[in-house]
Nanobody, 124 residues
Framework: QVRLVESGGGSVQPGGSLTLSCAVS????????MGWFRQAPGMGREAVVA???????SYVDAMKGRFDIIKDNAKNTLSLQMNSLKPEDTAMYYC??????????????????WGQGTQVTVSS
């Protein structure tokens, strides 16, 4: 059973940066497709960025250029580097893992494993 534990959330001012981490156990990130998703209050869960088993990322257009995903096979972790944060980035951020193909990476319903989430708040 794959277990995912996120960390690194917190409060940051607009324009600031934050890095989220996802520690993976019970499986290897090198054999998993993985992604970051977020959910704001009253909203559905949306994709942020994902990465396939080979390490090729898929970005949501609105996040491209501000967010970056890093898979560390040696540490068995997944990270989300977030820059130029905006108040609308405020949400609970989730790490997810699955075994789908690259064209399915941004579809949250296809992921098998989810972390508990970490809160990110962007406010002045």
């Amino acid at each position: 059973q794959v277990r995912l534990v996120e960390s690194g959330g917190g409060s940051v001012q607009p324009g600031g940066s934050l890095t989220l981490s996802c520690a993976v156990s019970g499986g290897s990130v090198s054999t998993l497709s993985m992604g970051w998703f977020r959910q704001a209050p009253g909203m559905g869960r949306e994709a942020v960025v994902a990465i396939d088993r080979a390490g090729t990322p898929s970005y949501v257009d609105a996040m491209k250029g501000r967010f970056d995903i890093i898979k560390d096979n040696a540490k068995n972790t997944l990270s989300l580097q977030m820059n130029s944060l905006k108040p609308e980035d405020t949400a609970m951020y989730y790490c997810a893992a699955g075994r789908m193909e690259w064209w399915q990476l941004l579809r949250p319903s296809l992921y098998d494993y989810w972390g508990q989430g970490t809160q990110v708040t962007v406010s002045s």
